[in-house]
């Protein structure tokens, strides 16, 4: 089976989120997972660290184990702001050429889903920071209504990675759209805020997932894990993704790219 890894970039400094709670609610999920036994004191100790030094993003880090394993993967970034994404434009620029410097892809993180003349602007803006004439959304929180997808595709975009319905690639209305069949968060929290699982079970669940995807039948399975969890903070989910990839690697699957699938999907849809 085919695997496409992604990674959504939410935040890149504390500093961002000073008129907002989301560090706050870091600082009590830390203290409630370490009280429920899901994290040891030192990890809790490293996200207090990792809060004073001010940076939250880890996308150099995620590239090199990316690199290493011959996953190139996709990083959707933010273009507006909204639901705890407060990076500007200008800040984000340079981690978008770093990332298609080094091979990788990159997308749009989009706010605007039901409102096409924002979503237009946020096209604009990544497309003229990119370069890109092609590239893909996925939703801040995988938010969608019944004229997402019709709004996408008249935006613009090549592809959208938003839908949370377990199916293969396809095409709707006039745009490829691909299923998160598994992310960080549903593996590690299981429908809870916090932290629910321990790493073995965590991939455990990830691993029936794919199972289940090969069973249907699906071509690419599609997993989605966030770069901020890379790092020592939160090491029980830095383990399971690179559990994962491991695991997924040793089953002979083959990691592509939105764009790779793309072609492969319309050539076999549209043979010569």
């Given at each position: 089976?085919?695997?496409i890894?992604s990674?959504?970039?939410?935040h890149?400094?504390?500093r ?8 706050p609610k ?9 009280l429920r ?6 990890e809790?100790v ?5 809060i004073?030094h ?7 880090e995620v590239?090199r184990?990316d690199?290493?394993m011959g996953?190139?993967s996709?990083?959707?970034?933010g ?8 990076y500007?434009?200008e800040r ?5 050429q770093?990332?298609?410097a080094?091979?990788f892809?990159?997308g ?9 003349a ?5 096209h604009?803006?990544f497309?003229a920071?990119?370069g890109?004439k092609e590239?893909g ?8 209504d019944?004229r997402t997808?019709?709004?996408v595709?008249?935006?613009?975009y090549?592809?959208d990675a ?10 709707v209305d006039g745009?490829w759209?691909f299923?998160?069949?598994e992310?960080?968060t549903?593996?590690?929290c299981?429908?809870s805020r916090y932290q629910?699982?321990?790493?073995s079970d965590a991939v455990a669940?990830?691993m029936s997932r794919?199972?289940r ?5 699906i071509g690419t399975?599609n997993l ?5 969890y ?5 090491n029980?989910?830095r383990?399971w993704y690179e559990?994962?990839v ?8 083959t990691?592509?790219?939105y764009t790779e699938?793309?072609?492969?999907s ?7």
């Amino acid at each position: 089976m085919r695997v496409i890894v992604s990674h959504d970039v939410d935040h890149l400094r504390v500093r961002e989120h000073w008129k907002d709670v989301i560090i706050p609610k870091m600082l009590v999920r830390g203290k409630y997972e370490l009280l429920r036994g899901r994290i040891p004191f030192g990890e809790l100790v490293r996200r207090y660290t990792m809060i004073l030094h001010g940076r939250m993003e880890h996308i150099e880090e995620v590239m090199r184990f990316d690199d290493r394993m011959g996953v190139r993967s996709c990083f959707f970034f933010g273009m507006a702001n909204g639901l705890g994404l407060n990076y500007s434009r200008e800040r984000v620029a340079p981690f978008i050429q770093r990332v298609l410097a080094r091979g990788f892809e990159a997308g749009v993180h989009g706010i605007a889903f039901n409102n096409e003349a924002a979503m237009m602007e946020e096209h604009e803006a990544f497309a003229a920071i990119s370069g890109l004439k092609e590239f893909g959304i996925r939703m801040h929180y995988l938010r969608q209504d019944a004229r997402t997808i019709a709004l996408v595709e008249r935006t613009g975009y090549s592809f959208d990675a938003t839908s949370r319905t377990f199916e293969d690639s396809r095409r709707v209305d006039g745009i490829w759209e691909f299923s998160v069949h598994e992310m960080d968060t549903w593996a590690m929290c299981g429908g809870s805020r916090y932290q629910a699982r321990n790493t073995s079970d965590a991939v455990a669940h990830t691993m029936s997932r794919f199972e289940r995807a090969e069973a249907m039948g699906i071509g690419t399975f599609n997993l989605l894990f966030h770069d901020v969890y890379y790092t020592p903070a939160f090491n029980s989910w830095r383990s399971w993704y690179e559990q994962v990839v491991r695991k997924l690697a040793e089953r002979g699957c083959t990691f592509t790219t939105y764009t790779e699938a793309m072609r492969t999907s319309e050539a076999r849809i549209d043979p010569m």
